[in-house]
C-alpha cells in the first residue's frame, strides 16, 4: 500500500507543527502517521488515494459517519451561510438546549462550550464553586481533556502531575483512585470526605480501553458522594448520546449525577462541549451566579444546527439499533476469533463501541464458554474475571506495544483503520455496514 503522499506531508508539517501534529495521539502510529483526504460513509480515503473502513470516527463524534443526511447536510449549510457566529444569543442554541434537556433526565439547564476539555475544566470549577471544597476525585486511567484539575498520576497518598508544566500543588487537590475500587473511594471520602467536591468519573472508561463498571460500583459513588456533600459527575464526553440511545450512558446504568459533561456527538462532528445538570448547579455560572464561565465560540450556530440536526436523526430514525447490531456483530464475532487464536486478550466495549485488549493472561481456550460474548462485562461468572481488565492500570499493563507497533498496522494493510492505539475506543457509525463488519473480522483474524 502507497504512502509516499503521507510521508511526503508529515515532512512539511515537522517543520511547523509540534511532533508534525496538532493533537498528540495522530502522532502514535510510526514511523509516521498517514493523513486524510476526505470521508465516504463509512470508510476514510487517505492522502495516496488508500481507501479504509474507518472505526476511529473522528474519536467518536462521527454518529452518522462521513456522509451526513441530506436533512442534517442542509441544516449546517444554511446556517454557515447565515454568517460564521455573532458573539450573541441565537434561537438554534436554545432549540439544542431543549433537545438535551427533554431526553436526558439528570440535565435540567445546560451550558455549551466548544470542546469536552473546557466542559470538565468548567464543570470541575462549578463544583468547586458550589460546594465551596477544593478536592476533585478521579480514577486512575480515565481521562479528562488537556486540563491541569486532571492531569495527574499516582495514588492518593503520592499523586503528581502527568504532564510537565502543571505545578505540584494543582495535583494536591486531585485525588486519584482506580476504577471498580469501593475500598480505596471509602478510604478517600474517610480520609478527606469534608473537603472533596465532586468524585469525575467516565460511566465507561471510554479513553483506557474500554473498561466496564462491576456492578453495584456506580451506585456507591451516588451514594458515597451523598453521603459527605460531594458533587457526582458523569463524564460522557465519549459515552454521551453513543451509549444508552439518547438517555446517554447514566440511563442504561440507571443512576442521576449531579452535573453531566458532554462533546463530540451532541455537536454533529463540530467543536463542541456543554455541562449539564440540576438546575441549581448550573444557575451558579455567570452571569446568574458567580462561577465565571464564558467563551467566545460557545453556543456556535453551525455546531448547534449540526448537533440538533445529528440528534433529532437518530430520534427519528433506526440510527442506534443500526449502529449497536453493528456492535454486537463485531464483538461476537472478535469473541470468536480471540477465543480461538488468542485465549488470552479481551473483547471489550458495549453498542457501538468496541476493542480488544491484549491482555497478558487469561483462562485456558477449553474453559471459555460461559463467557461474555458481547464485550466485559465484568461478570464474576464469567471464566474472564479473574484476568480482565478492571482498572485503567489494568489495562496499560496489557502488550500496548505490540497492538500498536505491530497489529495496527497488519489490520491498516487489508484496509481497516483501528484508533491510534491501545487505549482509544473504536466507534461504529450509521454509515457502516455488515460488509464492513464482515471484512474487519477477517482482518482480525489475520492480525491476531
Partial sequence: MNDETSRELYDRALSVLPGGVNSAVRAAIE???????????GHIIDADGNRHIDWVMGLGPLLLGHDLPESVRAAIQRKASEGPMYGMPTEIEIDLAEFVVRHVPSVEKIRFVNSGTEATVSAVRLAR????????????????????????????????????????????????????DEEAMAEVFEAHGEDIAAVLTEPILGNYGIVYPEEGYHE???????????????DEVITGFRVGGLGCAQSEFGITPDLTTFGKIVGGGFPVGAIGGRAELIEQFAPSGDVFQAGTFSGHPVTMAAGLETLQFAAENDVYAHVNGLGSELREG???????????????????????????????????????????????????????????????????????????????????????????????????????????????????
Avoid at 34 to 40: L, R
Avoid at 151 to 173: R, W
Avoid at 377 to 406: H, N
Fill in 129 to 180: 464553586g458550589t460546594t465551596g471544597r477544593n478536592k476533585i476525585v478521579v480514577m486512575q486511567g480515565g481521562y479528562h481533556g488537556a486540563q491541569e484539575s486532571t492531569l495527574v498520576e499516582g495514588d492518593h497518598e503520592h499523586a503528581k502531575p502527568s504532564s510537565a508544566g502543571i505545578p505540584q500543588s494543582f495535583a494536591q487537590h486531585t485525588i486519584p483512585v482506580p476504577f471498580n
Fill in 334 to 448: 472478535l469473541t470468536e476469533i480471540v477465543a480461538d487464536q488468542a485465549p488470552n486478550y479481551t473483547v471489550t466495549g458495549t453498542d457501538s463501541m468496541f476493542k480488544v485488549i491484549f491482555t497478558r493472561e487469561g483462562p485456558g481456550a477449553g474453559s471459555l464458554e460461559e463467557q461474555c460474548n458481547d464485550g466485559c462485562r465484568q461478570r464474576p461468572t464469567c471464566p474472564r474475571y479473574d484476568s480482565c481488565p478492571k482498572t485503567g492500570a489494568d489495562v496499560k499493563a496489557a502488550e500496548t506495544d505490540r497492538w500498536r507497533r505491530i497489529f495496527w498496522g497488519q489490520m491498516k494493510e487489508q484496509g481497516v483503520v483501528l484508533s491510534q492505539n491501545q487505549f482509544e475506543c473504536q466507534f461504529v457509525s450509521y454509515a457502516h455496514t455488515d460488509e464492513d463488519v464482515e471484512q474487519t473480522l477477517e482482518a482480525y483474524k489475520h492480525a491476531v
Fill in 31 to 41: 514511523p509516521y502517521p498517514f493523513f486524510v483526504q476526505k470521508g465516504d460513509g
Fill in 220 to 234: 456507591f459513588l451516588r451514594e458515597v458522594t451523598r453521603e459527605h456533600g460531594a458533587l457526582l459527575i458523569f
